[in-house]
């Protein structure tokens, strides 16, 4: 499996991004798909997750500015960030696993793509 993230770039705070991630091969439509971030100098953060049967978790922090959403026919996966921070400032990345119980394994792993949010 093979994930290409794109849609990063430099943005102004208070702009809207949308970034997306392209997966090849047969078995996205029967795999969960997450977005992570990782902030320069922090940890790579969990920002949501969406089921292949389309069930959607965001981390607590998440809510609000944060849309997941996927198009199975495409093979793609969407991260819509509304209302960009300067603190959104990340490489974000996508990633492909599944949920054993409530906790989100990862496995596959795109290359990231990075949104610099300033102005």
């Known amino acids: 499996v093979q994930l290409q993230a794109s849609g990063g770039g430099l943005v102004q705070p208070g702009r809207s991004l949308r970034l997306s991630c392209a997966a090849s091969?047969?078995?996205?439509?029967?795999?969960?798909m997450a977005w992570y971030r990782q902030a320069p100098g922090e940890q790579r953060e969990l920002v949501a997750t969406i089921t292949s049967a389309g069930n959607i978790n965001y981390k607590d922090s998440k809510k609000g500015r944060f849309t997941i959403s996927r198009d199975d026919a495409k093979n793609t996966v969407y991260l819509q960030v509304d209302s960009l921070k300067p603190e959104d400032t990340a490489v974000y990345y996508c990633?492909?696993?599944?949920?054993?119980?409530?906790?989100?394994?990862?496995?596959?792993w795109g290359q990231g793509t990075l949104v610099t949010v300033s102005s």
């Open positions: 990633n492909m696993g599944g949920y054993i119980g409530n906790y989100y394994y990862p496995s596959h």
């Open positions: 091969g047969s078995i996205f439509n029967d795999n969960t």
